[in-house]
């Protein structure tokens, strides 16, 4: 083997051994994404650009009551008539077929839907969304993050036990926001990340909660 071809090839393992270490970097630690949508304003606004912190793919741990997260989104939302509230589970059911449109779906996600949203009860909890307000557990919840004239409503799910496994979230913009009152409580295993850094516009730059 000639010096010009066995540095090509030195070249290339480099180049994949490096893109190998990014796609796990990105999969299990960190990754950047960007807000599209208004559904969580004034908290985040379209384009601002955010860290997540997905190490919970490796630790386990469970999102919390506050954290803003990413899932994946839901096949479809559901209607007043065909809601239970005794199973409010979101419904997927375009799970990709084979191996490289899995990898590119859940490791690329490149051909995923994505939303961003504000935890808001965990598993086990009693949610109740009456009279304007949200009750966890009975208790009406405090949510200093939402603007002052902002109510919450739901014609779907209003009186529910988060299950086992799940979590029900909301966007802090209510009234522009598409989420778990028609979707359902997401599955842990489709949270993608913890919103823990903002990173653009500069003066913007910070934790966000």
């Known amino acids: ?90 419904i997927y059911e375009n799970e990709p077929k084979g191996i ?15 939303y961003i949203k504000r935890v808001i009860a965990t598993e086990g909890q009693h949610v109740v969304i ?18 002052k004239d902002v109510v919450t409503t739901s014609n779907v799910f209003q009186d529910f036990i988060v299950p086992e496994g799940y979590l029900f979230a909301m966007g802090d913009n209510r009234t522009k926001s598409t989420d778990c009152r028609e979707l359902g409580c997401i599955p842990l295993d489709k949270v993608e990340g913890i919103v823990v850094f903002r990173f653009w516009p500069f003066n913007s730059l910070g934790k966000v909660d």
């Not at 384009?47 to 009551?65: F, V």
């Not at 490289?100 to 994505?114: G, Q």
Request: glycine share 2%; net charge positive.
């Open 100 to 114: 490289f449109n899995k990898f590119v779906y859940h490791v690329l996600e490149v051909t995923k839907t994505s």
């Open 130 to 147: 009456k009279d304007n307000k949200v009750f966890v557990n009975g208790i009406e919840l405090e949510e200093n993050y939402l603007q």
């Open 1 to 90: 083997m000639n010096d010009n071809v066995k540095n090509i090839l030195e070249w290339i393992y480099c180049i994949i051994i490096a893109l190998v270490l990014a796609l796990l970097f990105r999969y299990f630690i960190a990754t950047p994404t960007i807000v599209k949508h208004r559904s969580m304003y004034p908290t985040l606004q379209e384009n601002q650009r955010l860290i997540l912190n997905r190490t919970s793919r490796i630790t386990k741990k469970k999102p919390k009551i506050g954290d803003i997260i990413t899932f994946e989104a839901p096949s479809r939302a559901y209607s007043a008539i065909d809601a239970n509230q005794n199973n409010p589970i979101a």
